[in-house]
């Protein structure tokens, strides 16, 4: 039963940062993709940033130069690094991990349950 488990969010002043983290368990297979997405009230669920194994991200334009991501394989482990929050930036945040079938090579995408990120004065 793969987890993921998602923590680090909260309510954050304009301006401030918040640092999300997202622990992946209950598989051996191997993680290819790490990332983020958000979605806002009445609003889609669309992609904060990505990264592979080998450490290729790739941002949302809305993101860029403002968060980072980052990832360490041995823990299976994902953050979000983001500074100079704005409040369009409140929505929950849901890690994504795409997992590798051993037997042919095909990937399955699991979500975590979201944490809440408000950013308010």
């Known amino acids: 039963q793969v987890q993921l488990v998602e923590s680090g969010g909260g309510l954050v002043q304009p301006g401030g940062s918040l640092r999300l983290s997202c622990a992946a368990s209950?598989?051996?297979?191997?993680?290819?993709?790490m990332g983020w997405y958000r979605q806002a009230p009445g609003n889609q669920r669309v992609l904060v940033a990505t990264?592979?194994?080998?450490?290729?991200?790739n941002y949302s334009d809305s993101v860029k130069g403002r968060f980072t991501i980052s990832r360490d394989n041995a823990k299976n482990t994902v953050y979000l690094q983001m500074n100079s929050l704005e409040p369009e930036d409140t929505a929950d945040y849901y890690c994504?991990?795409?997992?590798?079938?051993?037997?042919?090579?095909?990937?399955?995408?699991?979500w975590g349950q979201g944490t809440q990120v408000t950013v308010s004065s």
């Open positions: 209950g598989s051996a297979w191997r993680i290819n993709v």
């Open positions: 994504y991990t795409k997992m590798v079938v051993p037997l042919d090579n095909s990937e399955i995408g699991y």
């Open positions: 990264i592979t194994s080998t450490g290729t991200a």
